[in-house]
């Protein structure tokens, strides 16, 4: 149990485009997702913190116009890079935090964006 | 301020070898969690641990170990008799009462045949 897919795994886009990533939680519900981001030979950097039903919660350096974050239910959450440059090119990651547990958080298999 | 530091960069071992990850973190909350992650080079974390601050026993899971110290702040993971498929980039994590994890800078181990 505890499984969280992405979609799409991977994805190359020119710059200037936009670029939407699902996040899933298929087998539980999940309050809270968490958008992160790892760049090549790097740590995963938190990005914002996406509640359901409300609006995301963003890190500081974080910019919100350029990362949309919507988490419509209690297993979706997306994340829409808009007008993407080759410097967004990164492995974005979701974890979704298991609704009724205490920090138990599952992680995706992540989503490699190509900006080119 | 870096809550979680991994000293070590890189460690390079030959099979059968023991290796310590070291883990240092930082934090003024009374409660809260640590974790520790393998990345593969497929890209996908893989859990391994979660230890809230309450419970300092040491841990034995099959070749894996913990051992975590708040005297010390620190949370060490030993791979005990390593193999190639243990070759990963590690990362030691930190959870306070926001539940927001941070990361440490990752370790990559590399266990030659």
């Known amino acids: 149990g505890a499984v969280v897919s992405q979609h799409p795994s991977w994805v190359i886009c020119k710059s200037g485009t936009s670029v939407k990533i699902e996040c899933r939680s298929l087998?539980?519900?999940?309050?809270?997702m968490f958008w992160y981001r790892q760049f090549p030979k790097q740590s995963l950097m938190l990005m914002a913190t996406?509640?359901?039903?409300?609006?995301?919660?963003?890190e500081q350096g974080v910019e919100k116009d350029k990362f949309l974050i919507n988490h419509a239910s209690l297993t979706l959450s997306t994340l829409t890079v808009t007008s993407a440059h080759p410097e967004d090119s990164s492995f974005y990651i979701c974890?979704?935090?298991?609704?009724?547990?205490?920090?138990?958080?599952?992680f995706g298999p992540g989503t490699r964006l190509t900006v080119t | 301020a870096q809550k979680v530091t991994q000293a070590q960069t890189e460690i390079s071992v030959v099979e059968k070898e023991d290796v310590t990850l070291d883990c240092v973190y930082e934090?003024?909350?009374?409660?809260?969690?640590l974790f520790w992650y393998k990345q593969p080079p497929s890209g996908e974390l893989v859990f391994l641990i979660r230890?809230?601050?309450?419970?300092?026993q040491n841990e034995i899971s099959g070749r894996y170990s913990w051992n975590f110290q708040k005297s010390t702040s620190s949370f060490n993971f030993t791979i005990t008799a390593s193999q190639v498929v243990d070759s990963a980039v590690y990362f030691c994590?930190?959870?306070?009462?926001?539940?927001?994890?941070?990361f440490g800078a990752g370790t990559t181990v590399t266990v030659r045949a």
């Open positions: 974890s979704a935090d298991r609704q009724g547990s205490i920090n138990e958080q599952y």
């Open positions: 087998d539980f519900q999940a309050t809270t």
């Open positions: 996406s509640n359901e039903g409300s609006k995301a919660t963003y």
């Open positions: 934090t003024r909350d009374t409660t809260y969690y």
């Open positions: 230890r809230n601050s309450f419970d300092e």
């Open positions: 994590a930190l959870s306070e009462d926001d539940y927001k994890l941070s």
